[in-house]
């Protein structure tokens, strides 16, 4: 187990002991037919072990920039390659492999009502074809590890916004993934729940994940500093503006 109170692979290692790219776009674009959440010509890499802030307007297309960064959305010009392959070229089977290794927390933290907490976390594993009886142990750590063992039988309209939050980052990464992509995870929580959650992102990526957060929060941005090493993204005008700023 690691510090974290969670049974993670650390062995892989961070962007110091390699810079391998995990996803890499080429000017990359997407458009919906129309301006609004158009994007065009993005270049951006991530390394194995790095930590990206994505931030801009309300508008600018920061959700379809992480969609195309975790398959949901293939790009409509240039390139988008996942652990170097190519996204476009992904048969559904293939894809779904890729997308074991990147873990996603949803804006809107969707979950099935009808299950418990606990049980909306062993998803993922089922849909792996894994049995959650057999990981009984796993799950109960990564439930204290975000703070919510109290809650395993509780259902998601029980649970409040910053428990919503902790409960959609354990079930991104009960599958071990290489990659966290975060979309606007503290947008409905207080300070305190903001930097809770910052604190356990940064926890990732020093086990070697790769994080990337979108955010409006400047002010969640500046508190990262002594957390995580990482780099801000700023997009605007359907591209990345501004790129590599250090914290």
């Given amino acids: 187990m690691d510090c974290t109170g969670f049974p993670l692979r650390a062995e892989r290692g961070g962007a110091a002991k390699g810079m391998a790219i995990v996803i890499d776009l080429r000017a990359a674009g997407y458009s919906y037919g129309g301006s609004a959440g158009a994007l065009s010509g993005i270049d951006l890499s991530l390394p194995a072990g790095s930590f990206h802030f994505l931030t801009g307007p309300s508008g600018a297309g920061k959700t379809t920039l992480l969609k195309l960064c975790y398959g949901e959305l293939k790009p409509s010009e240039g ?64 439930m204290s590890w975000v703070g ?23 079930r991104a990464v009960i599958m071990d993934p290489d990659v966290i ?47 995580v090493q990482a780099r801000v993204l700023r997009l605007a005008d359907g591209r990345v503006q501004a790129a590599g700023t250090e914290l």
């Fill in 79 to 142: 390139q988008v390659a996942l652990f170097g392959k190519d996204s476009r070229m992904l048969s559904r089977d293939g894809l779904a492999l890729v997308r074991q290794r990147i873990g996603v927390v949803h804006q809107d933290c969707r979950f099935l009502d009808h299950l418990t907490l606990a049980e909306n976390l062993a998803l993922p594993l089922l849909v792996a074809g894994r049995d959650p009886a057999r990981e009984t142990e796993s799950l109960s750590q990564l």
């Fill in 148 to 170: 919510l063992s109290h809650r395993a039988t509780a259902y998601p309209p029980a649970l409040s916004g910053g428990e919503r939050q902790r409960a959609a980052l354990a």
């Fill in 181 to 227: 992509i975060a979309d606007e995870p503290t947008g409905n929580v207080d300070w305190e729940m903001s930097q809770r959650l910052l604190t356990l992102l940064g926890e990732l990526n020093r086990l070697g994940k790769t994080v990337l957060l979108a955010t409006h929060d400047l002010a969640l941005i500046r508190a990262a500093k002594p957390l």
